[in-house]
């Protein structure tokens, strides 16, 4: 239902709140909830009347942001966010816990914990590890700090 938000003005009430209580129920933990099932059902009839066909989650979010919806349709907005911080896979945690073991295995006997947990950040994060510009000033001073404390 949240890939669709324009389509819900087409399917039955009844049917969209069904699917906003299994939503509700999936994001309950003991007595907490993230959401209201009757509400989120309500803010997203609402709010689908101002996005256009085709929009994706994500830009119903941004259309959200950009026009201060937030607080509007506070049920909507957490549903959308969790939604879209979710993992459509499991590959890409499952390369990095092949990567780590890789890791550890090959430089277990010689390496502290903290260096361990900084390489596999570094290997799972490797998109944004490759637009780290190593010119910076900042990285620099760092590196001339280190060196200055290096034993001879």
């Given at each position: 239902?949240?890939?669709?938000?324009?389509?819900?003005?087409?399917?039955?009430?009844?049917?969209?709140?069904?699917?906003?209580?299994?939503?509700?129920?999936?994001?309950?933990?003991?007595?907490?909830?993230?959401?209201?099932?009757?509400?989120?059902?309500?803010?997203?009839?609402?709010?689908?009347?101002?996005?256009?066909?085709?929009?994706?989650?994500?830009?119903?979010?941004?259309?959200?942001?950009?026009?201060?919806?937030?607080?509007?349709?506070?049920?909507?907005?957490v549903a959308l966010?969790?939604?879209l911080t979710l993992?459509?896979?499991?590959?890409?945690?499952?390369?990095?816990?092949?990567?780590?073991?890789?890791?550890?295995?090959?430089?277990?006997?010689?390496?502290?914990?903290?260096?361990?947990?900084?390489?596999?950040?570094?290997?799972?994060?490797?998109?944004?590890?490759?637009?780290?510009?190593?010119?910076?000033?900042?990285?620099?001073?760092?590196?001339?700090?280190?060196?200055?404390?290096?034993?001879?």
């Amino acid at each position: 239902m949240l890939y669709d938000i324009p389509k819900l003005l087409t399917i039955p009430e009844e049917d969209l709140h069904q699917q906003c209580r299994a939503l509700e129920t999936v994001l309950t933990h003991d007595d907490m909830r993230d959401i209201d099932a009757s509400d989120l059902g309500d803010e997203l009839k609402s709010l689908s009347r101002h996005i256009s066909a085709g929009s994706t989650p994500n830009a119903v979010l941004e259309y959200m942001c950009r026009n201060k919806m937030t607080t509007l349709f506070p049920n909507a907005f957490v549903a959308l966010r969790i939604l879209l911080t979710l993992p459509v896979t499991v590959a890409s945690e499952e390369r990095s816990f092949s990567t780590l073991k890789l890791i550890k295995t090959h430089l277990r006997s010689t390496m502290t914990q903290e260096r361990l947990v900084g390489l596999a950040t570094i290997s799972t994060e490797h998109e944004l590890a490759q637009t780290v510009d190593l010119q910076q000033e900042a990285v620099q001073i760092f590196a001339t700090k280190k060196a200055q404390k290096a034993p001879l």
